[in-house]
């Protein structure tokens, strides 16, 4: 996609750490003709996130192979989808540690 187009797309993938072959997966992908923001967050991963329950009982079918998972392991995103999942805001804001809740005095 082009920096000029309105619009933005936001891939989600997996990866199955057992599996002899490890490389990423598409889960889905989310395209929105505004620019991706806390607003529109739970359109974005509202299936992942209210459905995790059959996942974890069901598993995931790959190549005929069933795998179950008791937890869910890391999630590794962009600064930017970081941001939006956690709800914090930029770094330059006032209050934009993720990591305690200071105010940032400038």
Request: net charge negative; glycine share 6%; with cysteine.
């Amino acid at each position: 996609m082009a920096k000029s187009m309105p619009g933005s797309a936001w891939p989600i993938l997996g990866i199955i750490p057992e599996s002899l072959d490890d490389t990423p997966f598409i889960i889905g992908v989310f395209y929105d003709r505004k620019k991706f923001t806390v607003h529109n967050i739970e359109d974005y991963l509202g299936d992942l996130v209210k459905d995790p329950h059959e996942l974890l009982v069901t598993g995931v079918y790959v190549k005929r192979e069933q795998y179950i998972y008791d937890l869910v392991g890391p999630i590794v995103c962009d600064r930017p989808a970081t941001r939006a999942i956690k709800c914090i805001v930029d770094f330059s804001s006032k209050f934009g540690c993720d990591k305690c809740d200071k105010r940032n005095l400038d």
